[in-house]
């Protein structure tokens, strides 16, 4: 893996007057181009030829007969994302004195092994810690995280043979790399011909079966809870909550429930993709429980890991009857729903700092601390 040391090398030849902060176009680079132009500070966004419009154009830096539109400030656009990763574009990076922005896009296409061996930028946030949102590959994921760190999560079930309940099971898409292939089941029997069918709509893949995780499905809202952990300070931040739309989900639950039985089998096994997100509050009497959980995974990050947990985070929970609450991903970087603090920033970020608080601008804020105190080693890995 590249070291700190590595990372402090570049970094010592950078202009520290002339810092860019750089994010591949996906997931969630627009609320980091608007955080870190409420900052003042250039962006860059890396795009993927035909994947680029939002940053080429539609959101980009730019003057119309007098009236400034757009907040992209420069974009690098690439055949493939992977390219990032090549010798060439990495010198260009850093000649802009580059401090990279790692989203889940940035991982997923490039692969977590390549970016932490391979990318020697600084990132802005815990490289080895990227690794545990991969459930398949890695044994310390997020779900051993959790139990090292006192986190309740859902109970998981090693055979289909043991389903005594209503359960989630979790697989990678076919196709959609991003994705999974959700289904729920209530017995073996239900198991087997679910996946017989989605098999035959090639939603999933026997391999992918393999690797399923077979969880409790525990029945309440979802809340993402995102987090910033600032070294500079060692505090941790609630910035905004939000929940997702899930397609084709969300539509199959309008539907009166007679309704539903009479569907086609297509339409029957809902596939869970995440299309959106919308802002949350949660009711205050819980909102230490959530904290607890932050605290938790905060201090198991500085006990395990080559550097604590730096900046954005989300813990992805559900509550249930008994308001008790369950965490059934991490995320170690910025969340997928924080576009919703565009503009008008967090929630609970807005009243902590007494103004918009995005986690974009979070993140560009804790950059422009870090070089004013001499201390941007604190925030890079």
């Known amino acids: 893996m590249i070291t700190k040391q590595d990372v402090i090398d570049v970094v010592s030849e950078y202009d520290k007057k002339n810092i860019t902060i750089g994010v591949l176009g996906s997931h969630s680079a627009l609320d980091?181009?608007?955080?870190?132009?409420?900052?003042?500070?250039?962006?860059l966004v890396v795009c993927q030829k035909g994947r680029d419009g939002l940053y080429t154009n539609y959101?980009?830096?730019?003057?119309?007969?007098?009236?400034?539109?757009g907040f992209v400030d420069e974009s690098l656009v690439l055949n493939k994302f992977d390219e990032i990763l090549t010798e060439n574009v990495q010198q260009q990076l850093i000649a802009k004195n580059t401090l990279f922005i790692p989203n889940r896009s940035f991982v997923v296409y490039n692969g977590v092994r390549r970016v932490e061996n391979e990318f020697r930028l600084p990132l802005v946030g815990t490289r080895d810690m990227l690794k545990i949102e991969d459930r398949e590959t890695e044994e310390e994921d997020y779900y051993w995280v959790s139990q090292q760190a006192g986190i309740p999560i859902p109970k998981h079930y090693a055979s289909k043979d043991d389903i005594d309940t209503l359960v989630m099971v979790k697989l990678h898409h076919k196709y959609m790399t991003l994705e999974r292939g959700f289904f729920t089941a209530a017995s073996p029997e239900e198991f087997d011909a679910k996946v017989e069918r989605l098999l035959?709509?090639?939603?999933?893949?026997?391999?992918?079966?393999?690797?399923?995780?077979?969880?409790?499905y525990i029945i309440g809202p979802v809340f993402n809870f995102n987090f910033f952990y600032s070294p500079i300070d060692d505090e941790i931040e609630l910035l905004g909550i939000d929940f997702r739309f899930e397609s084709n989900l969300d539509g199959l639950v309008r539907i009166p429930a007679e309704q539903q039985l009479e569907l086609p089998a297509q339409f029957r096994d809902p596939l869970m993709t995440i299309v959106g997100h919308a802002n949350?509050?949660?009711?205050?009497?819980?909102?230490e429980r959530v904290y607890l959980m932050a605290e938790r995974f905060v201090a198991f990050s500085k006990q395990h890991y080559s550097a604590p947990i730096i900046g954005p985070f989300c813990l992805q929970t559900i509550v249930d009857q008994n308001m008790d609450f369950y965490v059934y991903d991490i995320a170690t970087r910025i969340g997928g729903g924080t576009n919703?603090?565009?503009?008008?920033?967090?929630?609970?970020?807005?009243?902590?700092?007494?103004?918009r608080m995005s986690s974009g601008r979070r993140?560009?804020?804790?950059?422009?601390?870090?070089?004013?105190?001499?201390?941007?080693?604190?925030?890079v890995t």
């Open 32 to 43: 980091v181009c608007d955080g870190a132009r409420d900052e003042e500070i250039p962006n």
């Open 59 to 69: 959101f980009k830096n730019r003057t119309v007969n007098g009236l400034r539109k």
């Open 200 to 216: 035959n709509r090639e939603i999933i893949t026997t391999e992918a079966l393999k690797d399923a995780r077979i969880e409790q």
């Open 280 to 287: 949350a509050s949660l009711r205050e009497s819980l909102l």
């Open 340 to 355: 919703v603090h565009t503009n008008v920033g967090a929630s609970y970020g807005n009243s902590l700092f007494g103004t």
């Open 363 to 379: 993140l560009a804020l804790e950059v422009k601390r870090a070089i004013a105190l001499d201390e941007i080693e604190k925030i």
